[in-house]
């Protein structure tokens, strides 16, 4: 994707003038350096959006518990996206053990600050209406992550007026690379929501560099 000898620093600029939006993942492991998303701002050109998924502190070990100075100090650190009208989603992606607790996620809907946020919950016990209905009573997306391993998750559940999908892992390509039958099938289920909602897609299956491909020819089928 990146031109031959192209340094990491531009890495970024070169990826804006291809796709418009992107997922940042560092966020989930460390805290941002606000002179860092500064600098994405200054990289990127205007209307170019960032989803950014939220720290694993608070999704992993708090576990949705006691968020207020957690959020404060994520929210402190990205306040240059904020600033600049460049912040998409917030993601939230729940570990695989932390089972359906509607008190704990209420809870959490209640502390977000303003803006969009997508919930990627991953043990099969979150799948039901009563959830559905708390993300929706918050303006709040349910995430999809596209995934074999995961089966019960596969119906686009709106609950929002937009939705957020995430492709992991396709299933009839090689090693994570999403085949052409996976990508138009895919399209035709975009085409229709995009009917209905805004859709923010994502590749994250990078491992083998399968997700820039993948990203453009879905955008390509969509265009």
């Known amino acids: 994707m990146y031109p031959p000898g192209c340094p990491q620093r531009r890495w970024l600029e070169v990826y804006a003038r291809r796709f418009t939006t992107v997922e940042v993942n560092s966020t ?118 596209d995934d074999p391993r995961r089966p019960w998750i596969d119906d686009v559940v709106l609950t929002a007026g937009w939705t957020f999908l995430r492709f992991h892992y396709g299933r009839a390509g090689r090693r994570g690379n999403y085949s052409e039958a996976e990508l138009r099938a895919w399209a035709s289920r975009v085409t229709a929501l995009r009917h209905e909602v805004e859709v923010f897609a994502y590749f994250n299956n990078d491992w083998e560099a399968f997700a820039p491909a993948n990203g453009e020819r879905l955008r390509a089928l969509l265009a």
């Open 28 to 145: 989930f492991y460390r805290l941002a350096s606000r002179d860092a998303v500064a600098r994405w701002v200054e990289q990127t050109p205007a209307g170019f959006v960032f989803t950014v998924k939220a720290s694993r502190y608070l999704t992993h070990m708090k576990r949705l518990r006691d968020l207020g100075e957690g959020i404060e100090r994520f929210y402190e650190r990205i306040e240059p996206l904020v600033a600049a009208g460049r912040l998409g989603p917030v993601l939230w992606q729940l570990p695989e053990s932390f089972a359906r607790d509607d008190d704990r996620l209420a809870g959490a809907l209640e502390a977000l600050p303003p803006g969009r946020h997508a919930f990627e919950l991953r043990h099969p016990s979150w799948f039901c209406e009563p959830v559905y209905a708390l993300l929706r009573g918050a303006g709040a997306a349910l995430a999809i992550g």
